[in-house]
């Protein structure tokens, strides 16, 4: 983190910036290429923004119109390393021994995950419910939407 003037407190990486008001790396940097977030440059051209520039931006609304609660549950998904993650609801979970099957509806595709049933357990997996399906090669991994 470099020092900023006195005024403007520490200037921070657009990665530490997007981590601590919570939106993307994306955001932060499509904020400021549209010059609705303001930051200085380095000698090496790199991005810098000061902390007291975030703070408008902290303060999330109380109502979240329903566009952007969708992709705020996206946003959520990105603290995962994984890159192929879709949002979608869950259609069905059957439990059977040590296996449980979840099957999401992700628009009007379905995708199937084959977890342990502990973790759909442990998760309370159920019906209606918004998840995650993170897909590495030929995984497919859940991870439920609080």
Do not use: C
């Amino acid at each position: 983190m470099a020092k900023a003037n006195q005024n403007q407190g520490p200037l921070l990486t657009p990665r530490e910036a997007a981590a601590s008001i919570g939106v993307s790396y994306a955001t932060i940097k499509k904020w400021i290429l549209s010059g609705s977030l303001k930051s200085v440059r380095t000698p090496g051209g790199h991005h810098r923004i000061a902390q007291s520039a975030l703070a408008p931006l902290s303060a999330a609304p109380s109502v979240v119109q329903p566009e952007k609660q969708r992709i705020l549950s996206r946003q959520r998904f990105r603290t995962v390393s994984g890159r192929n993650q879709l949002v979608g609801t869950i259609l069905e979970v059957k439990i059977r021994g040590i296996l449980a099957q979840v099957i999401l509806a992700i628009g009007d595709q379905r995708i199937t995950a084959i977890i342990t049933a502990d973790a759909a357990r442990e998760m309370q997996l159920r019906k209606g419910q918004t998840a995650a399906a993170l897909m590495k090669s030929t995984s497919v991994m859940i991870e439920r939407v609080e």
